[in-house]
Structures are given as C-alpha cells and as structure tokens.
C-alpha cells in the first residue's frame, strides 16, 4: 500500500496498521538474509546481508519492521523467514504458476517433466559441496501455511513479544542434484540436465536451524522432499500450463 504524501514507494505502516485497528503484524521475510553464512546451520540471530536486489528488499523491509518496533513498543511482530517453499496442495488443484521463465528450481523442473522447456540448467557444480551442486533447505508450501498459524497464535497469546525473527525451513539442506533425482522418482522418468557456471547472486549452502521455531512456535515441518516433488508433480501433471490451462504464457 503506497501513500502520495510519503516519499514515492514508501510504505506508510504506521497508517495502514492504523486504518486496520491492529497492531499485529507478520512479515513474510526470507532466507535470504543471510546472504552467504559463514557457517550453517543458519541461527536466527545471524549477522544479515544482502547478495542481490531481492534479499535487500527483505533486509530494508525487517530493519524497518524493527524501527517501527522501537517507535511503537505496543506492537508484535513476527519475522517469518522462510527457506525455499517448494510442492503443492495434495490435491493438486491449487499450485505455484510463474509467468515466463521461472527462476526457481522446482519451476523450472516441473516445467521440463511437461515438455515447456528441453532441459534444466544446473547453476554451478563446483561449489564445496557433496556434489558440487548449492544446497538449500526446501520446505513443503503446506508446512509453510501451517507456520504462519503457529506464528499468528503466538502473536496472540504474547502481548510483549516485540519484533522477533523465526526460520521457517526443515533443517535439512538439498542439493540441486539431489533435488532433481528426488523429482524423477515422483515423476518416473529422467530430467535432462546441463551443467552450467553459478549463477551471480547464488550462495553455496544454506540450511535453517529450526530450534527457535519448534521451541516458542511449536511448529516443525511435516514433509520431506520425496512428499514436495510427489505433490509438486502431482500439480504438474493435472496443470501442465498452470492456471491458464494452455500452451499461451
Ligand atoms: O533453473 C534453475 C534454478 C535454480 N537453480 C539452482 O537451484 C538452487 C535454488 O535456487 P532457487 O532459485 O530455487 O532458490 P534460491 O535459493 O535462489 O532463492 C529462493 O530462496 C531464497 C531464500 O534463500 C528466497 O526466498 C527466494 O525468493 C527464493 O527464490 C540454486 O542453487 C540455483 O542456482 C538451478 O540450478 N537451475
């Protein structure tokens, strides 16, 4: 929500809380804030820093959130940090449908398994890693929902809480190698892959620590990845164009 009297793209919180008669606030934030950690698994209480565009908007957007905290102690906030939201709705009717070319993994993999796109360009193998492929911590989107109810209830139940930060990630880190093999035995058949250089902006391994949420969220994820890509390809497969239906992006 944009306000003119502000300066141009700034979010006047302050009056749309207002306006909405709460102070109660989650924010979707992102994994990508630790930018590449010195060491994994990734604490919430990590030093923060941006490598691309995308994770300095969710930086600017928490240090924000903390300011507004400071001027505003009545409020509760919740940082949701999540890892790298992957799969379905089990019943396949409800998806992600990016436009274009999808930038993200499983995307871009599904895509391949209904013939939009020849093969999956694999970015960097030389990374220090099992298999030189960047590791990340996947998580089922419906895990993901189920920690924002966590999240909402303990807003509730704690009237001092402030502004406080949560990963919401599984704690087990993937490969993209791994990745892919996982989604063949969902989808029956082999991806084609090519290797290719790293792709800028890319960290090598990024993994959550889940202690904080499983212990003042009482939230953890249910799913594995063999549940994600069985959902996953589940949607694809009943939506080879996503929502649109046909061969038109
Ligand atoms: O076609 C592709 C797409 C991705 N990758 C690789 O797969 C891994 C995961 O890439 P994604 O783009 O799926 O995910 P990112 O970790 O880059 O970013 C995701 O996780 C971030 C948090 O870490 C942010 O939340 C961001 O919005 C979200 O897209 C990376 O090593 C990437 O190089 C490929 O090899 N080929």
């Known amino acids: 929500m944009y306000n003119r009297n502000n300066i141009v793209g700034t ?8 306006k909405l008669s709460t102070c109660q606030l989650v ?4 994994a990508t804030v630790y930018g590449q950690p010195e060491k994994v698994p990734c604490f919430e209480d990590f030093p923060l820093k941006a490598l691309n565009p995308y994770g300095r908007t969710k930086l600017y957007l928490e240090e924000m959130l903390r300011d507004y905290q400071h001027a505003n102690p009545e409020w509760r906030t919740i940082l949701l940090r999540y890892f790298n939201p992957i799969g379905a709705h089990e019943s396949g009717d409800i998806g992600e449908d990016p436009k274009g070319v999808p930038n993200n993994l499983l995307p871009y ?12 360009n694999v970015y960097g193998h030389d990374y220090r890693t099992r298999d030189g492929t960047a590791v990340r911590d996947y998580i089922h989107v ?11 209830e303990k807003l509730f139940a704690t009237p ?4 406080v930060a949560y990963n919401l990630g599984t704690g087990r880190g993937t490969t993209v190698l791994e990745m892919v093999s996982a989604f063949e035995k969902a989808y029956g058949k082999k ?4 290797m290719c250089p790293r792709r800028p902006g890319d960290s090598e391994q990024v993994y959550a620590s889940t202690a904080k949420a499983e212990e003042e969220l009482g939230w ?7 549940e994600m890509c069985r959902d996953q390809w589940n949607w694809a497969k009943k939506n080879p164009y996503g929502y649109c239906g046909n061969a038109a992006e």
């Not at 991806?191 to 090519?194: A, C, S």
């Not at 953890?220 to 063999?226: L, S």
């Open 11 to 18: 979010v006047n919180l302050y009056d749309v809380m207002k």
């Open 27 to 30: 924010f979707s934030s992102s």
């Open 109 to 120: 993999i599904q895509q391949v398994a209904v013939g939009r796109r020849p093969e999956l």
């Open 142 to 152: 419906v895990d993901l929902a189920d920690g924002h109810i966590a999240a909402l």
């Open 160 to 163: 001092d809480i402030g502004c």
């Open 191 to 194: 991806i084609p892959v090519k």
């Open 220 to 226: 953890r994820a249910k799913y594995g990845i063999e």
